[in-house]
């Protein structure tokens, strides 16, 4: 199976938005509503953003918004901040009762 | 508040064997899966797996299965990820990561535990 693709870096200045993009296939994000997205700073755990393609949990900002078309999810950023820099993953659940990650975006806030 | 508690760093010869562990507060253990995922040095996040504690239902990815085993206990309110026969390859920081309802979102993270494996 492979990885989901995502752009390797993205860039924005303060307070614009930036959108990274997460394709996969029929096979899982095309497929299942089960997309997730998930913010990585330097040299700390992953927290998750959102869940289930579009939903928040409880103490994510909503700058952070996400939906999906066909086999692509995206994640958008509005109001970027400096403290938003960092690695961003998406992944899927697929068919074969797997979890898929795509290979990260590095975000940099000029 | 739930909490996962990862063991600590493990240095590690190839060819030698593995088992570290992630401790679950703060929730009902058996009622939520469990998963794991590894980092390798500079590069992206990769499943590795998931168990569901309540009945032990695994989940693997199909690129690692037969390299690596899940493992939980429901009385310690412990997971565990076992790994024989090391390669340098398995150099990674390895995360387990909670679930809510399912297994394909991981709501809660460990501070992950650092493998070296090294001659």
């Known amino acids: ?110 | 508040e739930v909490q996962l508690v990862q063991s600590g760093a493990e240095v590690k010869k190839p060819g030698e064997s593995l088992k570290i562990s992630c401790k679950g507060n703060g929730y009902t253990f058996a009622t939520q899966w469990i998963g794991w995922v590894r980092q390798m040095p500079g590069k992206g996040l990769e499943w590795i797996g998931s168990i569901y504690p309540g009945d032990s239902d695994t989940r693997y990815n199909p690129s690692l299965q037969g390299h690596i085993t899940i493992s939980a206990d429901k009385s310690t309110n412990t997971a565990y990820l076992q790994s024989s026969s090391l390669k340098p390859s398995d150099t990674a920081i390895y995360f387990c990561a909670r679930g809510n309802g399912g297994y394909d979102s991981l709501h809660y993270w460990g501070q992950g535990t650092l493998v070296s494996v090294s001659t």
């Open chain 1, 1 to 110: 199976q492979s990885a989901l693709t995502q752009p390797p870096s993205v860039s924005g200045s303060p307070g614009r938005s930036v959108t990274i993009s997460c394709t996969g296939s029929s096979s899982d994000v095309g497929y299942y509503d089960r997309v997730s997205w998930y913010q990585q700073p330097p040299r700390t755990a992953p927290k998750l953003l959102i869940y289930e393609v579009s939903n928040r949990p409880s103490g994510v900002p909503d700058r952070f918004s996400a939906s999906k078309s066909g086999n692509t999810a995206s994640l958008t950023i509005s109001g970027l901040q400096a403290e938003d820099e960092a690695d961003y993953y998406c992944s899927a659940y697929s068919n074969i009762n797997s979890v898929l990650f795509g290979g990260g975006t590095k975000l940099t806030v000029l």
